[in-house]
């Protein structure tokens, strides 16, 4: 037996009403478009819809997550072992270079003690996981499974094992958005190891590369350069490695060298992301000033676009991403 | 015997499906052949059952595929109303086509929500896509005849089920 469908009514369906809807419609989405991108006017709005999306997210992950998982359970007794003696030998190895790093540490706080500057001190990390959605894929931009439930904050450094991935863009009840440092629209502050020269890096687009367009060709710089986050800027905290200069090229013609870099992380692979909180130094101050206010994330969440526009000067306004 | 509707419940299904669809990882050289499923799907269903999804329904749409995507919200809200505007108004005229002339009309319409979404793009000065997005316009055009088969199967199990099947509204 045939239902009613609702189109079996035999009267041709002619509303004239749906012009009217779609003015409206479209002036409600121009709004919303104007407000999203003028400012952060929409946060709020944005937060409950994504967690409203939130379980489309977990259906699209689950095959990825589910393959991962059905690998690490049928992976053989000879796989796991060999597995487990590699990360042994890793752990030692590291533990090693940990021991000497203790001492590094307490000769670095002396020093600063000596000099009077405030002590570094390494901030809270917390891991996240990338979820398999692909965002637009004309930018690079990532979705972790941590948000703003978990204390992110917009502006917050994302790192891996081997350097800096990117920073939160857009903090969410269950799950946040993160910009690589290879987007387009991305630059951060970085120094280079051996000559200490600051400058910064842009993002170029491409997942493998990096350029610093703001080197003079006087520049101290050579082939295998590596350079590692400033500090300037106060998104990223400073010492994190950030890449390896691979090309120099100067041309007699421009003020400028073009310089390239390949990230330290492999941002194509990664699949976990340390989170980091800053060093609490800025908030130790403030609770020295008699102020015992911490750093809220609102007021880092302003620190985002001085710390990708970059307070050394010498860069050209960049647009914020 | 009370009147029943097809429940309308599997077709928002296909939708979110249309929606993970366009999220789903693939390689990146797969990006200029990912069909805009969302916007086929919302061409399909307002073009056979323009009283049940129309503009509104679109909008819908598009605005979970802007969260979803994490782009400027309102984008694809804008481009699905404006594709489904076209859809809904001339729908007697598209149903009755040839499926090539068909298919002509569908690509025009992804066209159509391509160049909007392009346009919105420079407006907001975000970087421009490429031709990836013209690519995947093609893309879309070219799979409509069986996408259309698949649907169209769908759509008939959905009217013709035994109405104890479903819960009746």
Redesign the interface.
């Known amino acids: 037996m045939a239902l009613t469908t609702p189109d079996s009514d035999r009267r041709a369906f002619r509303n004239e009403g749906f012009g009217l809807r779609l003015v409206v419609l479209c002036i409600l989405s121009v709004s919303i478009m104007v407000l999203d991108h003028n400012d952060e006017h929409l946060k709020t709005i944005r937060s409950i819809l994504s967690a409203v999306v939130h379980p489309i997210r977990l259906v699209i992950d689950a095959p990825f997550s589910l393959g991962h998982w059905i690998g690490d359970s049928t992976a053989t007794r000879s796989e796991l072992s060999a597995e487990n003696r590699r990360l042994k030998e890793q752990n030692l190895i590291q533990s090693a270079r940990l021991q000497r790093q203790v001492a590094l540490e307490a000769e670095n706080t002396r020093l600063r003690a000596l000099l009077d500057s405030t002590a570094k001190v390494s901030g809270r990390v917390l891991i996240g996981e990338i979820m398999s959605i692909d965002m637009n894929p004309f930018r690079h931009r990532i979705t972790i499974n941590k948000g703003s439930n978990d204390g992110l904050y917009v502006g917050q450094a994302l790192i891996d094992a081997d350097g800096i991935i990117g920073q939160v863009i857009r903090d969410q009840f269950f799950s946040a958005e993160a910009l690589l440092i290879t987007d387009i629209d991305h630059a951060l502050p970085v120094e280079i190891v051996r000559s200490r020269l600051r400058t910064i890096a842009v993002g170029t687009g491409d997942l493998e590369r990096l350029s610093l367009p703001f080197l003079p060709r006087n520049a101290d710089v050579v082939d295998g350069d590596i350079l590692v986050t400033s500090g300037l800027g106060g998104t990223f905290p400073p010492g994190y490695p950030v890449g390896i200069i691979d090309t120099i090229a100067g041309d007699s013609g421009k003020p400028f060298l073009t310089v390239g870099a390949r990230p330290a992380a492999a941002l194509n692979r990664i699949r976990e992301v340390l989170l980091i909180w800053p060093e609490p130094a800025a908030a130790q101050r403030a609770a020295a000033d008699g102020n015992d206010r911490p750093v809220s994330p609102p007021e880092a969440a302003e620190a985002i676009v001085p710390a990708t526009i970059d307070p050394v000067g010498d860069a050209p306004a960049l647009d914020a991403p | 015997m009370s ?4 429940p ?1 419940w599997p077709v928002w299904l296909v939708f ?1 499906a249309a ?2 669809l ?5 390689p ?1 050289i797969m ?1 200029p052949v990912r069909p805009p499923w969302a916007a086929i799907a919302v061409i399909y269903w307002i073009m ?5 999804f ?3 329904s679109a ?1 819908i749409i ?3 595929l802007d ?9 694809n ?2 481009a699905l ?2 594709i ?2 076209l859809t ?2 001339f ?2 005229q598209i149903r009755i086509f040839p499926l090539w002339q068909l298919t002509t009309t569908v690509f025009a319409l992804l066209a159509v929500n391509a160049f909007i979404l392009f346009w ?1 793009d420079g407006v ?7 031709f ?1 997005r013209w690519t995947q316009v093609l893309v879309g055009g070219i799979l409509w005849p069986p996408i259309m088969a698949i649907m169209d199967r769908l759509r008939e199990r959905i ?5 104890t099947f479903f819960v009746s509204r």
């Open positions: 009147k029943r509707s097809a309308r979110i929606v993970a366009v999220s789903l990882p693939l990146t990006t056979m059952w323009p009283r049940v129309g503009i509104g909008w598009g605005l979970l969260i979803l995507q994490g782009e400027l919200l309102g984008q809200a804008f109303s404006v489904g505007y809904l108004r729908h007697l919105i907001a000065g975000n970087p421009a896509a490429g990836a009217e013709n089920r035994d109405p």
